[in-house]
């Protein structure tokens, strides 16, 4: 079952957040309230996080954000898109739906705002999950191939299937065939009186990567003091070296990769996610539950 939750942004912008599940209707005594907010990247929505929730809400409370500009939630023509309001809208989703000590798992842009959130609220977080976001800036020159890739699309598609086809065989920037991407973009389209376009505007996608391609974040990561997994798809964007010096730099850093993985890490190889993040996750559960244990007399 999954319910949408309406929750208030920064700017009273409305959010859509999708519990994955029944929330628990009671807790035993002394345990903690804390849940999972997944945080999706740019172009994404919470359905991307779907297959993941499936897991993870044996043990725990799944809650997938769709960010400002993106899936349900509102998409203010004048924004704000920058990263203050997307940290605070995590924020505010975090305090309205009772969520801490959460446990932040975020994907590229939504990566970046889980470490900036807990650099700046650690009471809110309890641990993150990292995937596949560059600490580095990427430049100008990055802000100018997403402009020009954007402007490529051959909006509107006639059919779903033409935008599978295109986003994971025709689109210049896939090196071989991606059936996992094209079904990516296939759920960010709605269709219109002139065939399938993205539910969400280009410009804003713009608008909110501007706020971060120009800028490192490597001082907000070394604030984080929480246990934090880096991981990166093998052929996705973070680069090897780049996400174990983001493990050097964060104090309680770890990292993993996933194999035959792009950027599309949790959707490209659903198996190979899980079984790297998995594991942190109970390995965080042992701790929290050793953390309880009394202390003898």
């Known amino acids: 079952m999954v319910r949408r939750i309406d929750v208030t942004g920064t700017d009273g912008v409305r ?12 807790r035993a005594e002394g345990e903690r309230a804390g849940g999972v907010l997944l945080l999706h990247g740019l172009m994404g929505r919470a359905s991307h996080w779907a297959s993941t929730a499936r897991w ?23 924004g ?3 990263r203050e309001a997307y940290v605070a809208d995590a924020e505010a989703a975090i305090e309205q739906l009772g969520l801490a000590p959460v ?3 975020g994907h590229s842009m939504g990566a970046l705002t889980a470490w900036q959130l807990a650099a700046r609220r650690p ?21 100018r191939e997403w402009e020009d890739w954007f402007t490529s699309w051959p909006v509107p598609f006639a059919t779903l299937s033409d935008v599978r086809k295109w986003f994971g065989e025709d689109d210049p920037w896939v090196e071989r065939p991606n059936p996992a991407r094209g079904e990516f973009f296939a759920e960010v389209m709605a269709e219109r009186a002139d065939g399938w376009r993205p539910v969400f505007s280009r410009r804003q996608m713009l ?15 070394a604030q984080v003091r929480c246990p934090t997994l880096v991981l990166r798809g093998l052929d996705g964007e973070l680069g090897r070296a780049e996400a ?10 770890q990292y993993a990769e996933v194999a035959d993985a792009g950027h599309l890490v949790h959707y490209d190889q659903p198996e190979g996610w899980r ?14 539950e050793d953390d309880r244990e009394p202390v003898a007399p």
């Open 275 to 288: 079984a790297a993040v998995e594991p942190f996750l109970e390995q965080l559960a042992e701790d929290t």
């Open 123 to 143: 009471d809110l977080v309890r641990a993150l999950v990292i995937c596949d976001m560059r600490a580095s800036a990427l430049g100008a020159a990055s802000q």
């Open 56 to 78: 993870l809400t044996e043990r725990h409370r799944a809650v997938g954000l769709d960010q400002r500009g993106h899936g349900r939630s509102e998409k203010p023509a004048d």
């Open 244 to 253: 174990q010096e983001m493990v050097r730099v964060l104090p309680r850093g």
């Open 207 to 221: 608008t909110s990567r501007a706020t971060w391609v120009h800028d490192a974040h490597w001082e907000e990561l």
């Open 15 to 26: 959010l859509a957040a999708w519990e994955f599940a029944d929330p628990p209707k009671e």
């Open 80 to 82: 704000p898109y920058t």
């Open 103 to 105: 446990t932040l798992v």
